[in-house]
């Protein structure tokens, strides 16, 4: 078992000396996007992301809370992962394990960072009461690239969430009546990519073979500037870089995200627009 | 005021419109998805495989484990991710249920895991939860001896109805309401879970489950139609 495993890193690692992959991908190409909102209507917003075989559910709720003694004028946010064993059998019960936590952190960083929510207009009374957005995602099926599906899942479920109505009177939010008001989102949406580093080349997108080929990844989160800015990153494995490599990795991204990126947006409109007919 | 029509207009002993699907988790040996209206469950099943630890190992038969978990976004207050009580007494009531319909004796030393999910949540979890993981466990090709099928009957006030809303499970007039969620043997009719929150006389309950067997039958027939799809799709 594990020989054969490494026989087939050591392939794919050979093919992409040659810049080839298995699924006769390009070294920059994504799998098929596929994503679908409203599927919890007791969620504010939600969204199923498929890229490929992976797939990734995300939801987001909304609570009041106490603002935070630094930024009483803001509203919070919470992202937490969760890589269900349903999605594949490496991944157990218990209290959640690095990989989730990791990745919880990494869509909390970029969407936090990119300043894509505006925390300013979810604040109800200043130094009293916010509100919270939690965002939680679960693996579905584990098929490799989780972070980069996750991330996309939590922009459309964003995308797609209504804040609750707030009960002024009774100090809670009021379920029965319709929510109405789209989340607060600004023109900074961030996008998420993990580029791996695996026998020398890049690559986006990994399948789980390929992940486990490789040797780490460079984890950069965007915002949609000309040209590109980074708004977070993280080198997430035991590999070292060279500069040139770093460089190069940049580069890269620059250019997926040229086509990558509108039309993750387009999907996430149509998504939006198929729930909301359906919803009537 | 009795209760004499229900909320969502159905017959007494209608159950929500059901949809239910195999195939949808391609990694794992089977999955299926199962829903009652708007009470949506996935499972997927590993296994038979060999478990670790190896203490834990049944050298006369594989054992089946169970988890049933509520998404975060599934219901309306957001649930705290993770482990919770209600969830481990859940996972363990639809173990009892399931084992009692698969026949693991050639897999000694082995573990078949269900893992059951649900993303959105209007009452009788358990149940849709029950009958994914069983269609999940026959897409795996686990040996068994049955399907299980699983059904909530309530009584709002003095009237029974079958596949119970979050609205009737709260209805407060009258005697209020009553919960009953029970998993049968699909053909032989034998009952391999109950549980029961409420109040109810003996010979409501006992019309309780004249009435969960009966939609329980009709579910079946959903179960094996569903099975039957995908070796058409095949």
Known sequence: MIENLNLTADRIREYLEKGKRFDSRKVGEFRDISIECGISNKAEGSAKVKVGKTEVWAGVKMALAEPYADSPDKGNLMVSAELTPLSNSRYEYGPPKFDSIELGRLVDRGIRESGYIDFEKLCIEKGEKVWQVFVDVYSINDDGNLLDVAFIAALAALRHAKVPVYDKKEGKIDYDKPAKESMPLTENVPFNFSVYTCGGGIILDPTIDEESASEGRLVVAVIPKKPIQICSMQKSGEYSLVEEKFGEILDFIEDAHKTLFPKVQKLIDEAIKKAESAKK | ?234
């Open chain 2, 1 to 234: 005021m009795a209760y004499t029509k229900r909320f969502d207009g159905r017959k007494f002993d209608e159950t929500r419109e059901i949809k239910a699907k195999v195939g949808v988790v391609p990694n794992a040996d089977g999955s299926a998805m199962f829903a009652f209206g708007d009470t949506v469950a996935i499972a997927a099943v590993y296994g038979p495989k060999q478990l670790h630890p190896q203490h834990m190992q049944n050298p006369r038969k594989g054992i089946l484990r169970v988890n049933y978990q509520m998404m975060s976004f599934s219901v309306s207050d957001r649930i705290r991710p993770g482990p919770s009580k209600r969830g481990t007494e859940i996972s363990k009531i639809s173990e009892w249920a399931l084992d009692s319909a698969t026949m693991l004796d050639d897999f000694p030393n082995n573990v078949v895991d269900v893992h059951i999910m649900i993303p959105q949540a209007d009452a009788s979890t358990r149940c849709a939860g029950i009958n994914a993981a069983s269609l999940a466990l026959a897409h795996a090709g686990v040996p068994m001896k049955d399907l299980i099928t699983s059904v909530s009957v309530g009584k709002m006030d003095k009237q029974l109805v079958v596949d119970v809303t979050k609205k009737e499970e709260d209805y407060e007039e009258g005697e209020g309401a009553t919960d009953v969620a029970m998993s049968f043997l699909s053909q032989s009719g034998k009952l391999v879970h109950v549980q029961l929150d409420g109040k109810i006389n003996t010979k409501e309950l006992k019309e309780a489950f004249k009435m969960g067997r009966e939609a329980s039958k009709k579910i079946y027939e959903i179960q094996k139609e569903t099975l039957k799809k995908i070796e058409k799709e095949n």
